[in-house]
Structures are given as C-alpha cells and as structure tokens.
C-alpha cells in the first residue's frame, strides 16, 4: 500500500472516522469502528480543464494550498487555487450526523478571465488481499467496489460521465474515462463527472459521497442501490449546517475548565500579564487551539458501543515502523478516561469500564497488552501488569468524579479478580487474606516481571508498581465504599508491603535516586508515575527530588521538552514527546513550580499542529510533529495538566469556571 505516515486532519462521526493531508487527501477511511476496518490504500481526486491532462487535486505543481476546520467543528475545508487556470476549488469534507456517509462538497469557482469547461474525476483503490478480493462495478452510476463483507460505494447526485474499471491508474492520466465494461476485478477503478462550463467569475457546487455497505446484514445490489437512492434526496448543505452545529454544541458541553467561556481569565493564566500583546495573546489562542481539538478529537477515538478507546487513528498499517497503533491500551484509556471527566464526558468514561473493561478482562482477572475497540483481542507481544493495576485506579478515580455507588456495585466483581490476577503476579494469594500463611506470603512476597509501559523492557518496573500500589489503595477505598470492611486490613497491608519493596529494591544507593527497574539504572520520565498520577511517594520525598534533577539533566532537550528515558532509539531516538514533557509539568505542579509547568506546557502547545493536534514525538530539530498526529494519551495528558493548574501552592488565586486555578507570574 502507499505509505501515508502522519494523518494532518481527522474527521468522523459515531461510527466513520477518516483521515487527510495537509492537501485534502483523503488518506485512511474506518468502518464500522474508529480501528477497524480501514478500507483505503489510497483516493485521489482531479479534475480536467479544457484541452488538459488531469490536474490532481492533492499534487500538482501549480496547486496553491491552505487548510482549516470550520471554528469548532470536524468539518475540514481545503482551498486548492489552480495558478494555471486559476481555478480555485473549495473542499469540504465531513462526516454526516444523520447518516453513515463521508461528503466531499466542492466549489469550484473560475479566477479566470476565459471560459473553463471542467471534469472531475475520481480514483478509488482500496486494500485487497487473498482474504478480502475486491472487485468492482457501475450501476445506477454508483462505483460499487465490493468484497465478501462491504459494498464501498462511491456517488453524486449528478451522473457518471464515464469509467475505467481495470488498468485506472494509467488510464485517467489523460482525464478521459471509456470503458466498455460495467464490472471489473480490480481493487482500482476510477469515475468521472461533468462540472460543465465555467463562465469567468462563475462558481459551481458539486458533492462525492462515501457510502459503505456491511454485506453481512444485505449483499443484494438492489438494496445497496435503493440505500444509495435515498442518500441522494439528502440536501447536502442543510446536512453540513447540521453538523456544524451538532459539533459546535459538543464542544460548548465539553467545555469543561471553561476555556472558550472565561476567555480574560485563561489569558491571563496562559501569559502572566493583564494586558495582551500580539505574543502573548498568540499564547492564549495556541492553547485554546489545542483544548478544542482535544474535546473533538476523544469522541473520533472512542467507540460509541462499546467505550473502547482506540490510541491514536492508524499510521504504519504494514508494520514496518511500529506495532501499529489502531488499538485500546487499557493503560493509555485510563488516562483518556480521567481526561473525559474533566471534560464532561462522564458516560463515556462509565461505558468504558462497564463495557469495555468487562468485556475484555480475562478468566485469571488481568487484561491484556491491547484490543480493537469492539473488544476483541489485538496481536500483542507479551505482559504488562500495570494494564491491569490501572484499571482498578481509573475506577475509583471516575467514581471520585461521579460519586455513583451503583457504578462500584456493578464493577466490583470485576475489581476482585483483578485484585486476584496482581497477587498471582506478586506471588502471594489476593482476596480473601484470612489465613495466616497469606499473610507470611505477604512479609517476603517476590514479584514477576513483565514488559515496561514503554513495551521495549522485560523486568520488574517502579513504574508497573507503582500502579500496583495505586490499585490496591483505590481498592481499599471501594472496600470502604462498599462497607466490605473485612478486607481493607489487607488492602492496606499490600499497598504498604509494595512501597517497603520499591523503596527497598528499586533505590540506587549511591546516587540516592529510584531506579526504573531492577535491571538497570535508566533515568526515565515514567519513575514520575510513583508521585502523578499514582501517589505512591510524596513530590517533596528526597529521593524523588534527586530523581528529578537527575531528570531535568538527562531527559530534558535544549528546546525545553523532555525525551522519555536515556538512549532511547525509536524512531530515530532523542525526539521530545509531548507525554513525557507534560508528565514533567504536572509534577512541577505538584510542588508549587508554576512557572516551570507553564513552560512545559507552553513547549508542547508551540509544537503542536496547526490544526491544534499534539503528535506522540516532535522534532528537536524543526519543532514539528514526528510521528503519530493526534495522540489520544498526549491529548489527554495536557487536558490533565490544564486541570491539575488547580492544586499549585503559595501562588496568586485565579478562579477559572467552578475551579481554582493559580499562577505564578
């Protein structure tokens, strides 16, 4: 397939999410779920003007771009300006809310001081193997591009003015479409249409709409077609208003540290002064870029039925980079799930647990390394105990949200086998402690090890304990809860023994700093867990202090992010990641340092994209995304940091919505 690493814009709804270039590309397209199934390899669209070969869209010489979303909304336009022709075309592209289809709405206006007489064309290849052949055929003028599973429609209210079904790709170079056949084996085919002429100064609208058909439930081409039909009645541009508006209203709802509300005050928190110059209000409106873009970003992450949270929309589908991406971490969701709190996406969060989690959560009460959002198991390559751990903290941590006694009810059983599987890994018997053996287990208890949150390590980690410990004293608080009181002793008993063990076993001595894990003495960004989000030790405990310098002499780039541990080689190693420099920031909040919080969050919001999304790594060298665009975890962090403002000490008092927010300028 053609290789397409960083997705520039994303745009979906419930159940489609698709992704663009900075060109207006359509890269990826996903369906019935945000990881599964991704249909494209790629669609590119031109047009013919006059007496020219065709013009594509995404890549022509003379092609002048710009792109943005429509003010708070997925709705992403693409102006493309033909410098030859001056021909300048609109592109807007969106996801329906009524419907399950992805509208391209073009307006092409001539610039020119002659006539234009314009065609457009559409190339559509999508992924084929031995498993998914797909074939293709016109009918009703639908470009139907059909497997075993999915009819992949593709349409206008205006008719087809002609087709190639086989050998497309070298065929629509001239921009003229014949074809004798009206089916065809090949996974490419392309499609043309008739914009007419443009008189000078004259602009004309003209819509492609995406229809995808699960064979499953019809196959019949007489039903897809009668499906297609009443899509066509549609009015595109009252469907588009109502999109607007629908994402406009989400993120008004969402607007949970009041951002876009109380605008004076966020400024004034963002750029330390009461009066805004043009620098410093450019601060104000780079951050708020990046809140909006998070609240809508989590939904297109997040699958309606189920909560799953997928960790970012794919990137590297052959695997030639990474493991891929398209999956739910148990681990990174509950770092989403605090964000949607935040957030006022509270049943999302509660579906995510009630759900998904028991849904996914194994015989033994572990769960695995990662899943598709519907639930079923994802390749994985080995076990990661803090998955586990950080379930049963995120629980209680949406509980303290929400105060719903119900919601532990209903989960509890599920919490006791997790409690189960991490005294399995622990080597001692879980609930119930009763016997005294258990408890002499419990003195000189040793642990397994398993893969670091990074996946890269083998071994047992501060970090995986730490979630541990975490997990063990929200399980002591549902106890309480819950009035079972007869097991908060060993609750307690257990989040003490693994402090003692950390303490004890993954301290470097000589240095007076914690250690990530028994083999080695790393400096790496997730020892920060032990204090955010997981409690185990105090921000102002000594050898966390000296952890921390250590941190800031070995971790922290001269652009002021911060890399996620020493020596780290992926994707090229040394990069920042906007993860790793807002775990720095919220520990500066921790302990009061507001000011260096600040520039830590202010170096992740300059790098961000100019749509407002945060990438996994950003370039040290040209400050621009890396890899990954729209990291659901690196979103989420930064929602966390904005939220944690509220806990700084001994700064000025700034009171932002229903929260305290402090600065220190």
Request: with cysteine.
């Amino acid at each position: 397939m053609n290789r397409k690493y960083l997705n520039e814009a994303i745009i979906g709804n419930n159940e489609i999410v698709a992704s663009f270039s900075k060109k207006g590309e359509m890269l990826r397209l996903f369906y019935p779920t945000k990881d599964y199934k991704q249909f494209v390899d790629c669609m590119y669209t031109g047009v013919k003007v006059n007496d020219s070969a065709i013009i594509y869209l995404h890549d022509d010489i003379n092609n002048v771009y710009s792109q943005y979303y429509t003010e708070n909304t997925n709705i992403l336009n693409t102006k493309i300006k033909n410098t030859y022709f001056n021909l300048s075309i609109l592109q807007t592209d969106f996801a329906a809310i009524s419907q399950n289809i992805l509208v391209k709405k073009l307006v092409l206006t001539n610039e020119n001081t002659i006539d234009l007489n314009v065609n457009f064309i559409v190339y559509s290849k999508l992924l084929s193997d031995f498993n998914n052949m797909v074939g293709s055929k016109i009918e009703n003028d639908i470009l139907m591009q059909y497997s075993h599973d999915f009819t992949y429609c593709i349409f206008s209210k205006a008719p087809i003015q002609g087709h190639r079904l086989n050998n497309s790709k070298e065929e629509i170079k001239s921009g003229i479409l014949k074809d004798k056949d009206y089916i065809g084996m090949s996974n490419d085919s392309a499609i043309s249409f008739e914009i007419g002429n443009l008189k000078a100064g004259e602009s004309k609208e003209f819509e492609i709409i995406i229809y995808i058909n699960n064979n499953l439930e019809q196959y019949q081409f007489d039903e897809i077609i009668s499906d297609v039909e009443k899509i066509r009645k549609i009015d595109i541009n009252k469907e588009l208003e109502k999109v607007e508006k629908y994402w406009q209203n989400y993120v008004k709802k969402h607007d949970g540290l009041k951002v876009i509300e109380q605008k004076e005050k966020w400024q004034k928190l963002i750029t330390g002064q009461e009066n805004l110059n043009e620098t410093t209000y450019k601060k104000y409106e780079q951050m708020k870029n990046v809140y909006i873009r998070s609240i809508l970003l989590f939904p297109l992450l997040t699958n309606a039925k189920t909560g799953g949270i997928s960790a970012a929309i794919e990137i590297d589908e052959e695997r030639e980079k990474s493991g891929r991406y398209s999956y739910c971490w148990p681990r990174d969701a509950v770092f989403v799930t605090k964000a949607l709190d935040i957030l006022n996406m509270k049943e999302e969060t509660t579906k995510f647990y009630l759900e998904f989690c028991k849904k996914t959560q194994s015989q033994n009460g572990m769960w695995e390394q990662r899943f598709y959002t519907d639930g079923r198991l994802a390749p994985c390559w080995g076990y990661q105990i803090d998955e586990t751990a950080s379930i049963i903290y995120g629980i209680y941590e949406h509980y303290k949200e929400t105060q719903n006694k119900e919601f532990l009810k209903q989960v509890y059983p599920m919490c006791q086998k997790a409690i189960d599987a991490l005294g399995t890994f622990l080597n001692v018997s879980s609930v119930p402690f009763t016997s005294q053996k258990n408890k002499e287990n419990m003195k000189n208890f040793l642990t397994h090890e398993s893969y670091d949150l990074w996946e890269m390590h083998e071994g047992v980690h501060l970090y995986s304990m730490a979630a541990m410990y975490a997990a063990y004293e929200a399980m002591l608080e549902i106890e309480k809860v819950l009035e079972k009181k007869e097991y908060v002793q060993e609750m307690e008993l257990m989040a003490e023994k693994l402090k003692e063990y950390c303490k004890k076993n993954l301290y470097n001595e000589e240095e007076k700093t914690l250690k990530r894990s028994n083999k080695d003495n790393i400096c790496d960004i997730s020892i920060l867990g032990t204090v955010t989000p997981f409690n185990m030790f105090k921000p102002n405990e000594k050898e966390v202090i000296n952890t921390v310098e250590k941190m800031n002499m070995t971790l922290r780039t001269y652009t002021g992010g911060y890399i996620r541990f020493e020596n780290d080689n992926y994707m090229g190693g040394n990069n920042p990641w906007p993860v790793a420099t807002l775990w720095m920031a919220q520990y500066n909040l921790k302990i009061g340092k507001a000011k260096e919080a600040m520039e830590q969050i202010e170096f992740v919001i300059k790098t961000a994209t100019k749509h407002g999304f945060l990438a996994e790594q950003i370039n040290n060298e040209t400050m621009q995304a890396n890899w990954v665009i729209g990291l659901g975890w690196s979103h989420a962090m930064f929602i966390l940091a904005l939220s944690q403002l509220g806990t700084v000490p001994n700064c000025e008092k700034v009171a932002i919505g229903d929260r305290v927010i402090w600065t220190a300028y």
